[in-house]
């Protein structure tokens, strides 16, 4: 048996209409956090190189299509700071997905109860 979404009474249609902005709004914030992990991995690829090298390479950084000599131990610690800054973000991202998550799961149990026929007695 199915049910037409316009037969549905108006507070579920509401809850239908949240859970699906809950969902929307956690794909998004999935895709944030995969870019930061993504970044974060290649901040340290770049590092692990620079601990390669040595003393005396030559080292460029890219500032826009160009790219322009720069210090080593500069770009170290550049790097680091960028890191640590995209950690705090990805820990953000994670909390807001779990707050998402639970609301998500939240808004599907009510709607579960409110569809679920009363108990027979």
Sequence with gaps: MSVKYE???PQIQNQLQQ???FQ???EIVMQQRQQIELKIRDIENALEELEKTDKDTTVFKNVGPLLIKAD???ITKELQDSKESLEIRKKSMETQEQKLKEK?????SKIQSSLSPPPPG
């Design 7 to 9: 037969d549905l009474p």
């Design 19 to 21: 859970l699906q902005q």
């Design 24 to 26: 929307q709004q956690m």
């Design 72 to 74: 080593a131990k500069g």
């Design 104 to 108: 998500i799961e939240e808004i599907q």
